[in-house]
């Protein structure tokens, strides 16, 4: 399925096993560890000076492109006309005009990455996925998920006219089905759990010779997540808030976070890295219970309705608790009905619809404050991981409802609504 | 409600009715013709001279503005720092990479207005209602809707901290109510059909002053809609298309629509005005049953699965008829079905998801290449309307459907997916 020509990428030095840190030169095509398995996730190593011949403040601010491909210089891909892939990233990174002070801090900004054109962060991750699949000359790219990264891998993989083979547990929600299938995605349906599903994933990808675009599998999906603090540090003027906040499940995305600010304090355009607060749900929160000593996680229940950070069994467990520790961050959990006040919160204030896994970092703020994690005077940024609309029967749980009124005036002033 | 202090806009020369054609001064508190009552729908007469001082495609070309605020300088509003919004606009214009020759076109673009904040166009129109709003002094604004407008609606004004009063019928789909009231509205459920509904919207409105955000009655709304012709005409190196194609359902999109472009031509930004395709469903076309000869129009049945554009008693039919009619384009319908088959071709084939009525120029574009409106040489602009986010129900009718499978290779072969 592929051509073997690898491209020379001037700027990756290699590879760096997190578990047993042994170096390895770059091979697009050696995912993991060759002596530690499946579980020895790869680190990319850059050459920060080749970066920099590439890239500065000063050129990001004459570049009109608008989209994470700003940074494709920092990024482990060969350069090329990235302008027909879906429009990923530049997202909005908003200032908070109410929330902040409703949550009772000095200042709050609030990126918005539902806005991405399959309406989640893992577009950034996809499209990256997307370009490396093309660039080593596969035809197809393959993913087990149930949620966002499946549609996100779909979408990015249809503009670009790459097949898509995605594996979903038998008891995947309609909803995100009907977006994978409408980009066309040949969709498998596995009769059995998740653990089943990335078996048969995993089998089909190495017999059949897809692009494996499974997030702990394959390093280049933390790098295309970290292009998200690429884009606050530079909407922030290249000075970072004190803390940023997202929802932790499988760990990938907070590794990325982390690497995206790591990134930029190497190449010295900017002087700190953000503390980072990893937020998840109380029913599902190995990383908070394993705490910022990083103590090794134990399978955990997966019982929260923010689907996208139930995840028992997290994979990418060393970038993720890399990315609290060595930040100087913290690790707190927050119940389902925070999650879903957050919803309403966030809307009624902000104006800006997350799913219930895209707002738990707002959450997450409120307890953090209440912890005294958060000072009042610390300055803070929130991702909100994915859009509303994604999840609507939680919405309708957050939101409150309608008031009844007949069609005449007196009607609708005993109806309450105007009170 | 209103502090009354009207602020002078110097590019704004005043009203003229489309209905009686007489000519007013500027009063945005006038919202419709004094003579002609509620169905006298106004347009904004623009002094050309005094918008080109602050805007030339030069200024564009160095205004790195992401959203449909760079084009200020074109709407009937005070200057402002537009920032506090929501980042509505400048969404991406996509080259088609393949649905193009899948229809046989010579050159196809798609704008995907479902990346909006809520989701739809209609965020252009509602951040300028609540920017009127806002200017006017009034700290509520209302509409009667069962869709898109009222949750861009209440969505923009979250954001501003205005209060929104969305009317609706007590039919109203669950999806789109949770939207709305995620963002904090007061949301009433009228017992009765859409007139009532509308009804007791304008009685509230009326006796309790707020700010009136109903399309067909506020002359801002075509304006705030128009931002996407600056957008598609400035994204084409202001080249338009031989045609731009869209969805019709009420009039006031295809309305804003034409006077983009016309306000170009006005500047000599463009060279000529595309001609407009106006497509509809064969289960509610009134439009396309007036014909390009504007015929009076014909109360018809809503029987579509579009419910964006199920409007069977149009409110904008002057602006409407003019855009077409006076762009040289040509009314089409489609059936339902050839809906159904553009959500799934325009996802397949470019990975863009559009509700129902997002993708229904997509298929007008195919029925008006069989009739020959469309010439095979001809350059096409499509735009999407709305996020097929908003619509599972029929994103999954249309989508076809996973397969199941054992968790082993071989029923994995069995099941035909991999052929």
New interface residues.
């Given amino acids: 399925m592929t051509n073997k020509q690898q491209a020379v990428l001037p700027h990756v030095r290699g590879y760096k096993c997190t578990l047993c840190h042994q170096e390895f030169p770059y091979d697009a095509e050696m995912l993991t560890c060759p002596d530690c398995g499946e579980k020895g996730i790869l680190d990319i190593l850059y050459d920060y000076d080749e970066i920099r011949k590439n890239v500065s403040r000063e050129s990001l601010a004459q570049d009109?492109t608008?989209s994470m491909w700003r940074y494709k210089a920092f990024l482990p891909l060969q350069d090329r006309d990235f302008s027909?892939f879906?429009?990923v990233g530049?997202t909005?990174l908003?200032?908070s005009?109410?929330l902040g002070d409703e949550l009772g801090l000095k200042k709050l900004y609030i990126k918005?990455d539902g806005?991405n054109?399959?309406?989640s962060l893992k577009d950034r991750a996809s499209a990256v996925a997307v370009a490396k699949a093309i660039e080593l000359g596969y035809d197809t790219i393959s993913c087990s998920s149930t949620g966002n990264a499946a549609s996100s891998c779909?979408?990015?993989?249809?503009?670009?006219?790459l097949k898509s083979?995605i594996f979903?547990p038998?008891r995947a929600p309609?909803?995100k089905?009907?977006?994978m299938?409408?980009?066309?995605a040949?969709?498998?349906?596995?009769?059995?759990n998740y653990k089943?599903?990335f078996?048969?994933s995993k089998?089909?990808i190495e017999?059949?010779g897809w692009f494996n675009r499974n997030a702990g599998i394959n390093p280049v999906m933390t790098e295309g997540k970290k292009t998200v603090s690429l884009e606050i540090a530079e909407q922030l003027n290249w000075q970072p808030t004190d803390w940023v906040v997202l929802s932790v499940g499988d760990g990938c995305t907070v590794g990325g976070v982390y690497l995206g600010f790591y990134d930029l304090f190497q190449m010295g355009m900017i002087d700190r890295i953000p503390k980072i607060l990893g937020v998840q749900s109380t029913g599902c929160s190995p990383f908070v219970d394993a705490g910022c000593e990083c103590k090794p996680l134990v399978v955990t229940e997966e019982n929260t309705l923010a689907d996208s950070i139930s995840v028992g069994v997290p994979r990418n467990v060393v970038k993720a608790q890399r990315a609290v520790a060595e930040s100087g961050g913290q690790w707190v959990a927050v119940p389902d009905e925070e999650i879903l006040a957050a919803?309403?919160l966030l809307?009624?204030?902000?104006?800006?619809?997350g799913e219930p896994a895209g707002v738990t970092g707002t959450a997450g703020i409120k307890a953090a404050l209440a912890q005294g994690i958060i000072k009042p005077d610390e300055t803070v940024t929130v991702i909100v991981t994915g859009?509303?609309?994604?999840d609507?029967k939680n919405?309708?749980a957050?939101?409150?409802?309608?008031?009844?009124?007949?069609?005449?005036?007196e009607a609708?002033e005993a109806?309450g609504?105007?009170d």
């Fill in positions: 009109h608008n027909p879906l429009r530049w909005p908003y200032e005009l109410r918005d806005l054109p399959t309406a779909a979408g990015n993989a249809a503009r670009m006219g083979v979903v038998e309609e909803g089905l009907a977006q299938l409408i980009f066309g040949r969709v498998v349906s596995v009769i059995g089943d599903t078996d048969l089998m089909a017999k059949y919803m309403s809307g009624r204030t902000e104006g800006i619809y859009n509303g609309l994604k609507t919405a309708l957050a939101a409150g409802s309608s008031v009844k009124s007949k069609p005449n005036l609708l109806s609504i105007l």
